[in-house]
């Protein structure tokens, strides 16, 4: 968890945030697309 918190400080994302979106989408995502939860996968992604 403290990984997960450090990466959002360091891209510069709300933890919060991040970790409210994150335990809505958990469990209806995809298991074989879980890396598409990680702190800013759609930043680096969206370009």
């Not at 074989?32 to 930043?43: A, D, F, K, T």
Request: charge should be positive.
């Amino acid at each position: 968890m403290y990984s997960f918190l450090g990466t959002c400080k360091a891209k510069g994302i709300n933890p919060f945030e991040w970790l409210a979106d994150t335990l809505n989408k958990i469990p209806f995502h995809p298991i074989n697309r879980i890396h598409e939860l990680v702190p800013g996968y759609l930043q680096k992604n969206d370009v």
